[in-house]
């Protein structure tokens, strides 16, 4: 606990009402489903699945609704997003004849043109066939600064869990003899062309109780992995443990091992050979990148460095050659310091500048930094379009430009070159619109939550919406993991929603990371009832103002969020007539024990601490479904394949509906990772079957 007045009588208080809560719950009779891939619990899945589906495609919008999704996912006009490697452009696309997707290259001047000649580089369908595995892709490790080879992450039906080869990228093929890791939750980075430094499960057990590795071994070329020179080993009990390797254009290189304590705490350690030494950065702080031989750090706590305070929320750089010769004492230099309404929120080097995206009030900016012969870094903001999110989508250490992303509600995302050298810009793509977005606005309110907090939202209407509480609304959020919600633009969401007159609302409320670190702590443990209770106060106002009233407001979250929803669920039945909860964590007092959940003790708090159980004992959905509650019909969905929050939790959630009566509706998508599905069919159907229950609940008679 963190008050220091807290007494051994209160603490055994405490731990007796926990005990107790513990002694008087009946045993849990769900326990078999889960076993994520036993037959009982798979049959399960494929009778509640075929109930679902009986109720949801039998709809009359289904058809329309899963073909303007499909239509939409499969688009050939849709933006290839952009990495730039080796003076190229690459791009990875799934479309209608390919499923899996193959990663494509061409050049720049090709790119920005309308109808850019692609070349293939891999075909994942045509690959997996070949070795008749369930191949997805997840993701490249490219080996700067030669950007010749990297590691291609193969996941098993989209899964966290990768195995990961060695790849030629101008010949265009898998390397025979080449770097082999084998499936597991790992990561990997280039030290040199012929070595790795690679975090995995080297022998059985060796994870922590998170499923994460902890011990980073050395990988020489041709040498088999039992040979791996072990150079770091952390704890069981950490998150995970991981390499990173940091390079810029002028050569300088920084070799770290960033050892998680905690889901928000981490440990950094500079590699030198064999010798490995922890850097004096706040456990509270990122390594987000290197420039001109000075690391770029976020700071998520003030920092006491050695020649003065920098303040959470800051952006700050610490000369590699300074951290090298003394590691226990760093000197920093103020890159950016947040205003009371602005939070960093991304930044990314290119070849001698900056690019820094940031938050003021939930809207985005950015500008270009450079450090000036004095040490200070003077920044130059570029001109972008306003009232939108700006996305840093890639950056290179071997030239000034940067592609970036800009998104708002109802303007189709466009992707914008930018020549950070002068803050030219120049629009390159731009998504054709999805819907048609003439009849809506946007607006940004507040509502007033329980402890006098201002919570910000965003609201989407059509513009000649009547206050009379008769609209359809969809209320959105996450609420955690420092995660902040900003404007985007759905094609889905607009053309399936918003057409049809419904009203979406997207609600900072805190957890997020919308308004700096201290957002994001109010709502940490013990303290997440504001979180709670910020959602509720954005609903009451919409009610309040007569945009929506409860038989037409519907709320929608997933992953944390799906938490978030579970517990509104529970403790305002009343407010809603949809609840939309997805990928969701609902069992609070196993989620420790399922999947990855440990490593979010951080944010949630732990069982084994008595003050922490009993919150944890009174918020947890899955332990407080009460009998002859009116709850509004939830659709509850998740993936088997989800090794990160599990479809465990879904599954007993409904199981424990089932058993007491309560109507609800419950799907699995069998293949995917931790969100809609693998393949763009799969999202489709996923986000048709929940558009199609969400208008049934909301705008029915």
Same mark, same amino acid.
């Given at each position: 606990?963190?008050?220091?007045?807290?007494?051994?009588?209160?603490?055994?208080?405490?731990?007796?009402?926990?005990?107790?809560?513990?002694?008087?719950?009946?045993? @849990?009779?769900?326990?078999?489903?889960?076993e994520v891939h036993g037959a009982r619990a798979m049959a399960w899945v494929r009778a509640e699945n075929a109930k679902t589906v009986a109720v949801?495609?039998?709809?009359?919008? +289904? $058809?329309?609704?899963?073909?303007?999704?499909?239509? %939409?996912?499969?688009?050939?006009?849709?933006?290839?997003?952009?990495?730039? %490697?080796?003076?190229?452009?690459?791009?990875?696309?799934?479309?209608?004849?390919?499923?899996?997707? +193959?990663?494509?290259?061409?050049?720049?001047?090709? +790119?920005?043109?309308?109808?850019?000649?692609?070349?293939?580089?891999?075909?994942?369908?045509?690959?997996?066939?070949?070795?008749?595995?369930?191949?997805?892709?997840?993701?490249?490790?490219?080996? /700067?600064?030669?950007?010749?080879?990297?590691?291609?992450?193969?996941?098993?039906?989209?899964?966290?869990?990768?195995?990961?080869?060695?790849?030629?990228?101008?010949?265009? =093929?898998?390397?025979?003899?080449?770097?082999?890791?084998?499936?597991?939750?790992? @990561?990997?980075?280039?030290?040199?062309?012929?070595?790795?430094?690679?975090?995995?499960?080297?022998?059985?057990?060796?994870?922590?109780?998170?499923?994460? $590795?902890?011990?980073?071994?050395?990988?020489?070329?041709?040498?088999?992995?039992?040979?791996? =020179? /072990?150079?770091?080993?952390?704890?069981?009990?950490?998150?995970?443990?991981? #390499?990173?390797?940091?390079?810029?254009?002028?050569?300088?290189?920084?070799?770290?091992?960033?050892?998680?304590?905690?889901?928000?705490?981490?440990?950094?350690?500079?590699?030198?050979?064999?010798?490995?030494?922890?850097?004096?950065?706040? !456990?509270?702080?990122?390594?987000?990148?290197?420039?001109?031989?000075? &690391?770029?750090?976020?700071?998520?706590?003030?920092?006491?460095?050695?020649?003065?305070?920098?303040?959470?929320?800051?952006?700050?750089?610490?000369?590699?050659?300074?951290?090298?010769?003394?590691?226990?004492?760093?000197?920093?230099?103020?890159?950016?310091? $947040?205003?009371?309404?602005?939070?960093?929120?991304?930044?990314?080097?290119?070849?001698?500048?900056?690019?820094?995206?940031?938050?003021?009030?939930?809207?985005?900016?950015?500008?270009?930094?450079?450090?000036?012969? @004095?040490?200070?870094?003077?920044?130059?903001?570029?001109?972008? #379009?306003?009232?939108?999110? &700006?996305?840093?989508?890639?950056?290179?250490? *071997?030239?000034?430009?940067?592609?970036?992303?800009?998104?708002?509600?109802?303007?189709?995302?466009?992707?914008?070159?930018?020549?950070?050298?002068?803050?030219?810009?120049? /629009?390159?793509?731009?998504?054709?619109?999805?819907?048609?977005?003439?009849?809506?606005?946007?607006?940004?309110?507040?509502?007033?939550?329980?402890?006098?907090?201002?919570?910000?939202?965003?609201?989407? *209407?059509?513009?000649?919406?009547?206050?009379?509480?008769?609209?359809?609304?969809?209320?959105?959020?996450?609420?955690?993991?420092?995660?902040?919600?900003?404007?985007?633009?759905?094609?889905?969401?607009?053309?399936?929603?918003?057409?049809?007159?419904?009203?979406?609302?997207?609600?900072?409320?805190?957890?997020?990371?919308?308004?700096?670190?201290?957002? *994001?702590?109010?709502?940490?443990?013990?303290?997440?009832?504001?979180?709670?209770?910020?959602?509720?106060?954005?609903?009451? @106002?919409?009610?309040?103002?007569?945009?929506?009233?409860?038989r037409r407001l519907g709320i929608q979250g997933g992953s944390n969020g799906g938490l978030l929803m579970g517990v509104e669920f529970i403790q =305002?039945?009343?407010?809603?007539?949809?609840?939309? %909860?997805?990928?969701?964590? !609902?069992?609070?007092?196993?989620?420790?024990?399922?999947?990855?959940?440990?490593?979010?003790?951080?944010?949630?708090?732990?069982?084994?601490? $008595?003050?922490?159980?009993?919150?944890?004992?009174?918020?947890?959905?899955?332990?407080?479904?009460?009998?002859?509650?009116?709850?509004?019909?939830?659709?509850?969905?998740?993936?088997?394949?989800?090794?990160?929050?599990? #479809?465990?939790?879904?599954?007993?959630?409904?199981?424990?509906?089932?058993?007491?009566?309560?109507?609800?509706?419950?799907?699995?998508?069998?293949?995917?990772?931790?969100?809609?599905?693998?393949?763009?069919?799969?999202?489709? *159907?996923?986000?048709?079957?929940?558009?199609?229950?969400?208008?049934?609940?909301?705008?029915?008679?």
């Amino acid at each position: 606990m963190r008050r220091a007045a807290c007494c051994a009588a209160a603490l055994a208080g405490l731990w007796g009402f926990t005990r107790s809560v513990a002694a008087e719950a009946p045993p @849990d009779p769900y326990l078999w489903l889960e076993e994520v891939h036993g037959a009982r619990a798979m049959a399960w899945v494929r009778a509640e699945n075929a109930k679902t589906v009986a109720v949801l495609e039998k709809d009359p919008r +289904y $058809p329309v609704m899963y073909a303007q999704a499909l239509a %939409i996912a499969e688009a050939d006009d849709r933006i290839p997003e952009p990495s730039m %490697i080796g003076g190229r452009i690459y791009n990875f696309w799934q479309g209608k004849d390919h499923t899996r997707g +193959y990663w494509r290259r061409t050049s720049l001047a090709s +790119y920005r043109t309308p109808d850019p000649n692609w070349e293939t580089v891999l075909d994942l369908d045509q690959f997996a066939a070949a070795e008749h595995a369930n191949w997805f892709l997840q993701g490249f490790v490219v080996d /700067e600064p030669a950007e010749r080879h990297c590691l291609v992450g193969l996941s098993d039906g989209g899964e966290d869990a990768v195995t990961y080869r060695e790849f030629d990228i101008p010949g265009a =093929h898998f390397i025979a003899g080449g770097f082999t890791l084998p499936r597991g939750k790992q @990561d990997a980075s280039w030290e040199d062309p012929d070595t790795l430094l690679v975090s995995r499960e080297w022998e059985p057990g060796e994870l922590t109780s998170s499923g994460y $590795p902890y011990i980073v071994k050395r990988v020489h070329r041709g040498e088999p992995l039992a040979a791996a =020179h /072990e150079i770091f080993r952390g704890q069981p009990a950490d998150v995970e443990v991981q #390499p990173e390797v940091l390079r810029d254009s002028q050569g300088h290189r920084a070799v770290l091992v960033v050892r998680a304590v905690s889901f928000f705490e981490t440990e950094k350690y500079l590699v030198d050979g064999d010798r490995v030494r922890r850097l004096a950065l706040p !456990l509270k702080s990122e390594v987000v990148d290197m420039l001109e031989g000075r &690391l770029i750090v976020r700071l998520r706590q003030d920092w006491p460095a050695a020649n003065g305070a920098f303040k959470e929320g800051s952006l700050v750089a610490v000369p590699l050659a300074a951290a090298e010769r003394d590691p226990d004492r760093l000197a920093a230099t103020a890159i950016y310091v $947040p205003g009371p309404r602005e939070t960093l929120d991304d930044a990314s080097a290119t070849q001698d500048r900056l690019l820094v995206t940031t938050l003021d009030n939930v809207r985005g900016r950015a500008a270009v930094y450079r450090a000036a012969a @004095d040490g200070s870094w003077r920044a130059l903001p570029l001109d972008l #379009p306003d009232n939108s999110t &700006l996305l840093i989508r890639d950056t290179s250490l *071997h030239s000034n430009q940067a592609f970036l992303n800009v998104t708002s509600f109802l303007q189709p995302t466009s992707l914008w070159l930018a020549d950070t050298t002068d803050g030219d810009l120049q /629009e390159v793509k731009a998504l054709p619109p999805r819907f048609d977005a003439s009849r809506d606005v946007v607006e940004q309110r507040e509502a007033v939550s329980t402890d006098g907090t201002r919570v910000p939202y965003f609201i989407v *209407h059509p513009r000649d919406m009547k206050a009379d509480g008769s609209n359809p609304t969809l209320l959105y959020a996450y609420g955690g993991f420092n995660v902040s919600e900003t404007p985007f633009y759905s094609s889905e969401m607009g053309k399936l929603w918003l057409e049809r007159g419904g009203v979406f609302v997207l609600a900072n409320i805190r957890g997020g990371g919308e308004f700096g670190p201290a957002w *994001h702590d109010a709502g940490l443990k013990t303290h997440r009832q504001r979180v709670f209770d910020d959602f509720a106060a954005v609903a009451r @106002d919409l009610i309040a103002r007569g945009v929506t009233s409860p038989r037409r407001l519907g709320i929608q979250g997933g992953s944390n969020g799906g938490l978030l929803m579970g517990v509104e669920f529970i403790q =305002h039945p009343e407010l809603w007539h949809a609840v939309d %909860i997805q990928v969701p964590l !609902l069992d609070m007092l196993r989620y420790e024990k399922i999947a990855a959940g440990s490593s979010w003790v951080a944010e949630y708090g732990s069982v084994s601490n $008595p003050a922490e159980a009993a919150f944890l004992a009174r918020i947890s959905p899955y332990a407080n479904i009460r009998k002859g509650v009116a709850y509004p019909m939830p659709f509850i969905w998740t993936t088997t394949k989800d090794d990160r929050v599990g #479809p465990q939790h879904a599954r007993k959630f409904a199981a424990r509906l089932s058993e007491y009566g309560i109507p609800y509706l419950f799907y699995e998508v069998t293949e995917g990772g931790h969100g809609f599905g693998a393949s763009l069919n799969e999202r489709a *159907h996923t986000s048709a079957l929940e558009m199609v229950y969400l208008v049934r609940q909301l705008m029915g008679p």
